[in-house]
């Protein structure tokens, strides 16, 4: 790991690197809750093969970086995609390829809009702009996270334990469900975070919709990444950012869920190198 705590603007972000830089950048976004651990080494690695200079780093309040009171966030959702641009700056990098997963999609987008100049291309992985007309999340999903107040953040046990029953929810019916390794990123996350608690802060925070009520504007080739079993953000999110996304194509993941299954590491891999080599 390469790890940096990067200081800008009075705001702490820890990120992390793979590959040459000087390669093309691809800057990689996770979703709520979750740290840039989510983005497996192994992935990272293996697309840095591909010829980029891959960054991954904690959004606030995961994480090495500026954290929170619970249930206190002093901040937006606009001031994230601020915080993609620091990380850019950060790395003396003018232009970048984006890539997002769930909300780090939503942060995607919202970037291709408030920041057009410093990206070349975008990857939506499971997300959505939230249009209303839109399938909500499953019933099993909100039955879930209705429970995160009794979890104790503080109990490594407890936190492993939640970050377990959160990916047995997400997955999809194409893949096995692999505990161990579910699990041992979960104890990586709650050994390398500031205020374990704070994840819980993602869930308060607002803005971002004059943004995404504009996905149509977008104006860089977007690729579109969505299983067909995705419980949180079903299906029809992903087909519908494709039809408002011009210059834009959908990879469907048969029977993935909301997850970024080792399985389907090799074509969606493939598929990013391809769709990131053309705006170099």
């Not at 492993?160 to 692999?178: I, M, P, T």
């Not at 990879?251 to 590491?265: I, N, Y």
Request: proline share 4%; net charge negative; with cysteine.
């Amino acid at each position: 790991m390469n790890e940096r705590l990067l200081t800008i603007d009075g705001i702490e972000l820890c990120a992390d690197s793979f590959g040459k830089q000087g390669n093309p950048a691809i800057l990689l976004i996770m979703g709520a809750q979750s740290s840039m651990i989510w983005w497996e080494e192994e992935f990272c690695r293996r697309l840095a093969d591909e010829g980029r200079f891959v960054i991954r780093y904690d959004n606030r309040d995961v994480g090495r970086s500026t954290s929170y009171e619970p249930g206190q966030p002093d901040y937006h959702f606009e001031d994230m995609t601020d915080d993609a641009v620091r990380v850019l700056d950060a790395y003396q990098i003018d232009r970048a390829h984006i890539a997002g997963m769930s909300m780090g999609g939503m942060l995607t987008q919202m970037i291709a809009l408030r920041h057009p100049e410093r990206v070349l291309t975008i990857t939506l992985l499971a997300t959505s702009n939230f249009a209303p007309h839109l399938p909500p999340m499953e019933e099993k999903v909100m039955d879930f996270f209705s429970k995160m107040g009794a979890v104790d953040w503080t109990s490594e046990q407890a936190v492993v334990q939640y970050a377990v029953d959160r990916s047995r929810v997400l997955v999809g019916s194409k893949h096995s469900f692999d505990e161990a390794k579910v699990a041992g990123l979960a104890k990586q996350e709650f050994t390398r975070s500031a205020r374990m608690a704070s994840v819980t802060n993602h869930a308060l925070l607002s803005g971002g919709e004059s943004y995404l009520s504009r996905t149509s504007e977008i104006n860089v080739p977007a690729l579109i990444i969505h299983g067909t079993e995705d419980p949180i953000i079903p299906y029809e999110h992903g087909k519908h950012l494709a039809d408002e996304i011009p210059n834009s194509a959908l990879l469907t993941l048969e029977g993935a869920g909301h997850e970024l299954h080792e399985d389907d590491w090799d074509v969606v891999i493939e598929a990013v190198s391809k769709h990131t080599s053309a705006s170099n």
